[in-house]
Protein backbone atom coordinates (compact mmCIF):
# COMPACT_ATOMS: atom_id res chain seq x y z
CA UNK A 1 0.00 0.00 0.00
CA UNK A 2 1.34 3.31 -0.94
CA UNK A 3 1.83 6.37 1.39
CA UNK A 4 -1.15 9.40 1.17
CA UNK A 5 0.28 12.41 0.95
CA UNK A 6 -0.25 14.63 4.44
CA UNK A 7 -4.08 15.59 4.38
CA UNK A 8 -5.67 13.54 2.07
CA UNK A 9 -8.65 11.94 3.10
CA UNK A 10 -9.54 8.11 2.69
CA UNK A 11 -11.06 7.45 -0.51
CA UNK A 12 -14.56 5.56 -0.74
CA UNK A 13 -12.06 2.77 -2.76
CA UNK A 14 -9.25 2.52 -0.03
CA UNK A 15 -8.91 -0.93 1.82
CA UNK A 16 -11.22 -1.29 4.91
CA UNK A 17 -9.30 -1.53 8.03
CA UNK A 18 -7.26 1.42 8.85
CA UNK A 19 -3.79 1.53 9.47
CA UNK A 20 -2.55 4.26 12.78
CA UNK A 21 0.15 5.35 9.52
CA UNK A 22 -2.82 5.65 6.99
CA UNK A 23 -4.78 8.04 10.02
CA UNK A 24 -5.46 11.52 8.32
CA UNK A 25 -2.89 14.11 9.17
CA UNK A 26 -4.38 17.34 9.07
CA UNK A 27 -2.63 19.89 6.74
CA UNK A 28 -2.59 23.66 7.92
CA UNK A 29 -4.48 24.67 5.32
CA UNK A 30 -6.84 22.48 6.34
CA UNK A 31 -6.36 24.11 9.68
CA UNK A 32 -7.53 27.35 7.89
CA UNK A 33 -10.33 26.16 5.98
CA UNK A 34 -12.28 24.71 9.25
CA UNK A 35 -11.46 27.89 10.94
CA UNK A 36 -13.24 30.13 8.28
CA UNK A 37 -16.18 27.69 8.60
CA UNK A 38 -16.43 27.81 12.42
CA UNK A 39 -16.92 31.76 12.13
CA UNK A 40 -20.31 32.53 12.16
CA UNK A 41 -21.55 35.79 11.07
CA UNK A 42 -22.55 37.27 14.35
CA UNK A 43 -24.43 40.52 16.44
CA UNK A 44 -21.34 42.99 16.69
CA UNK A 45 -19.59 43.05 20.14
CA UNK A 46 -20.92 46.13 21.64
CA UNK A 47 -23.50 48.87 20.48
CA UNK A 48 -20.06 51.14 20.84
CA UNK A 49 -18.00 49.16 18.23
CA UNK A 50 -20.94 48.84 15.93
CA UNK A 51 -21.80 52.68 15.89
CA UNK A 52 -17.92 53.76 15.48
CA UNK A 53 -17.71 50.79 12.41
CA UNK A 54 -20.15 52.73 10.53
CA UNK A 55 -18.25 55.83 10.48
CA UNK A 56 -15.83 56.26 7.80
CA UNK A 57 -13.32 59.22 8.26
CA UNK A 58 -10.07 60.55 6.76
CA UNK A 59 -7.12 60.39 8.92
CA UNK A 60 -5.75 63.30 7.36
CA UNK A 61 -8.77 65.60 8.32
CA UNK A 62 -8.39 66.89 12.35
CA UNK A 63 -10.93 65.37 13.92
CA UNK A 64 -11.50 68.11 17.02
CA UNK A 65 -11.44 71.63 17.53
CA UNK A 66 -7.62 71.50 19.12
CA UNK A 67 -6.95 69.50 16.03
CA UNK A 68 -8.42 71.89 13.73
CA UNK A 69 -6.15 74.58 15.58
CA UNK A 70 -3.02 72.88 15.50
CA UNK A 71 -3.11 72.05 11.43
CA UNK A 72 -4.09 75.77 11.02
CA UNK A 73 -0.89 77.32 13.50
CA UNK A 74 1.60 74.98 11.93
CA UNK A 75 0.05 75.68 8.28
CA UNK A 76 0.19 79.23 8.41
CA UNK A 77 3.70 79.15 10.26
CA UNK A 78 4.91 77.22 7.88
CA UNK A 79 4.02 79.91 5.04
CA UNK A 80 5.61 82.27 7.04
CA UNK A 81 9.36 80.55 6.48
CA UNK A 82 8.49 80.12 2.85
CA UNK A 83 9.96 82.00 -0.03
CA UNK A 84 7.30 84.25 -1.07
CA UNK A 85 7.61 85.95 2.72
CA UNK A 86 10.95 85.54 3.51
CA UNK A 87 12.47 87.37 0.12
CA UNK A 88 9.55 90.10 0.57
CA UNK A 89 9.64 90.73 4.10
CA UNK A 90 12.52 89.75 6.06
CA UNK A 91 14.93 89.33 3.50
CA UNK A 92 17.23 91.67 5.10
CA UNK A 93 20.90 91.27 7.49
CA UNK A 94 20.19 94.32 9.25
CA UNK A 95 18.88 94.73 12.32
CA UNK A 96 21.67 92.36 14.26
CA UNK A 97 20.28 90.32 16.69
CA UNK A 98 22.14 88.91 19.05
CA UNK A 99 25.27 88.45 16.52
CA UNK A 100 22.97 86.84 14.06
CA UNK A 101 21.43 88.30 11.38
CA UNK A 102 17.29 89.53 10.87
CA UNK A 103 16.74 86.57 8.54
CA UNK A 104 18.21 84.11 10.87
CA UNK A 105 16.26 84.86 14.04
CA UNK A 106 13.02 85.29 12.20
CA UNK A 107 13.68 81.81 10.61
CA UNK A 108 14.71 80.54 14.06
CA UNK A 109 11.94 81.99 15.88
CA UNK A 110 9.29 80.41 13.36
CA UNK A 111 10.97 76.93 13.45
CA UNK A 112 10.90 77.06 16.91
CA UNK A 113 7.06 77.82 16.98
CA UNK A 114 6.54 75.29 14.76
CA UNK A 115 7.98 72.78 17.01
CA UNK A 116 6.06 74.01 20.18
CA UNK A 117 2.71 73.56 17.80
CA UNK A 118 3.52 69.64 17.47
CA UNK A 119 4.55 69.38 21.03
CA UNK A 120 1.30 70.65 21.98
CA UNK A 121 -0.91 68.49 19.88
CA UNK A 122 1.44 65.54 20.97
CA UNK A 123 0.06 66.59 24.83
CA UNK A 124 -3.04 67.23 23.62
CA UNK A 125 -3.16 63.41 22.11
CA UNK A 126 -4.21 64.76 18.81
Known sequence: MQARPA???RAAG???DPSPSDAVVPSPSDAVV???RARQ???PVSVRSAKHAAVKQSHWL????DGRIAVILFVALMAL???PVVHRLVNRIEPWVLGLPFLYVWLLGVYLAMIGVLLWAQRRGL
Open 41 to 43: PGP
Open 14 to 16: DDA
Open 34 to 36: EAR
Open 62 to 65: PRSR
Open 81 to 83: AQP
Open 7 to 9: GRR
